[in-house]
Nanobody, 123 residues
């Protein structure tokens, strides 16, 4: 499966952005999906994940209550709505996919990756 992420940009603290990740090549609903991010000098970290059907999500504590993941299997697209953005949310955001049913937080357990889209939050 090929993944294409978009929607990043520059926003002031307290603002919002919506990222999208479009998939092609295989049946989108066969994959659990997730978002990771990597800030300069830091390791890539898990942000949110969503099950194949969309009925289960997993959210990192750092974004809980602010970020919402969703997917539209008919459109082969996953979304990340980011509200109340903070400067510490500044990072390259990556979408990921895997055929397993779990939503692991380790980047090494995800098989497919899109290119990063940069989110910059100014204070």
């Amino acid at each position: 499966v090929q993944l294409q992420a978009c929607g990043g940009g520059l926003v002031q603290a307290g603002g919002c952005l919506r990222l999208s990740c479009a998939a092609s090549g295989r049946t989108f609903s066969s994959y659990a999906m997730g978002w990771f991010r990597q800030a300069p000098g830091k390791e890539r970290e898990f942000v949110v994940g969503i099950s194949k059907s969309g009925d289960t999500t997993r959210v990192a504590n750092s974004v809980k209550g602010r970020f919402t993941i969703s997917r539209d299997n008919a459109k082969n697209t996953m979304y990340l709505q980011m509200n109340s953005l903070k400067p510490e949310d500044t990072a390259l955001h990556y979408c990921a996919a895997d055929s397993q049913s779990l939503l692991p937080t380790s980047q090494y357990e995800w098989s497919y990756w899109g290119q990063g889209t940069l989110v910059t939050v100014s204070s």
